[in-house]
């Protein structure tokens, strides 16, 4: 047998899967699924036109909404429905049209109610475009 | 003649109108100009289906979109081209499919080169939905 | 008989005199209450020599301090033990030996499990120095 | 000769002893210097009983504070004097009488007029305790 990923990781990725099938605006993102891990996300998407600001950059929001997206399935993936209560941004580097950006969200800290993450977003070529913080409540509410 | 806005604000709603007729994402938003000043700013726009995230309720990046575009406003105000540096949203109540939000940008600081603004989003009912911190970098860059 | 707090606001004086008469590090401060209400304190202290930095401006981290002070004395108001989450700090002016600084926490949201701040920090001639956000968690522990 | 340190180390290593040196709050909490490198400063310091807050933990404001200290080294380590704009504090554990603690602090970003630092502090178990992200301000000026 080849190596497999352990059972909750195998749980984490059909939460990932499922609250991402449900996701209307993360849909519109083109948001892909990568690696999924409990407590870990990789996400990536294409910059389109259509995601660009009044500067013919990638606005700051659209780059926020794929990490949160991406934060809110990490934090998700314990099986424990969470909410995010509060999230910092900070802008490294503009993205531009085209680039596909990976975002990528890392557990910190995980306690009973509330758990924190870290996520940075990076293009193709590897430069860190953004980095992202987000702190979550644990509801008592199973996912699946 | 009745009273009118002073000249800065007219030049402020200048460059705003501007800024968002050019800004794709802002228009997929479906953002709406309210009242603009020098260092002042509101939008409104009402949440779409397609805004919604897995839980049902308003995606977090699209409540945070809005604020960081009436932030992006507000600190452009002034007519030197400004750039977001780092943003922290936090979330108190849920946005819910059909409500027509309100977001309200506010400058604390505005000095050389640095601008601070906080903003806060309400429902129609002006329940506070989120705060929003933003802090800007002010290029020389002349936007008009 | 004349105006006089309510029985929550008296008993929130008492929770916030309680725990500020145990602070070593509070007192090393010389934080002196002000105004206190459920939801609600007021602080002030001198700037002193010894809180200075390496650049002869009051340290970022005795003006966080202070906010971070006001900011459990705030939360723990409803007489409910509450622990700092997240805070954020502004700075928007150097803080001078001498000065007097007047810390203000006001709460912006009271949920079961989770409250938030906002602070403001101001000296003697009005000028806003600092702002300070802060996220608490809500145990169900009684202070009293 | 033994492997030493580049030039830019050292001149960075003189100058967080220099501003150490004169920064009469870092003394107070007894931060000891580190490896410090461009860009790159660690610091310890022991909790003391007049660090403490009013539930007996280390009080959150000297924690933030030594944080903010080496966050001040390490975007100072390039020369030119830099200021804190807005910083990011996370609790995750709390520190306790006697814990020996470890400040780091790693840079992140370094534009022209902005860098951004990340900081860990962990006790002498290695548990982390708290998360510390800081933007700061590049000035003209020279330190030495």
Known sequence: MLASASSPDVYAQ???TRLLSRDPFGQWLGLELGEVRVGYC???FRVRADMLNGFGALHGGVAFSAADSAFALACNT???????LTATMDYLEAGRLGDVLLVEAR???LKEKVSVYQLRITNQLGTLLAMFKGTAYRTRHEIL
């Open 14 to 16: 059909a939460i990932a």
């Open 107 to 109: 557990e910190e800290s």
């Open 42 to 44: 990789q996400l990536r």
């Open 78 to 84: 314990h099986g424990r429905q969470s909410v995010g």
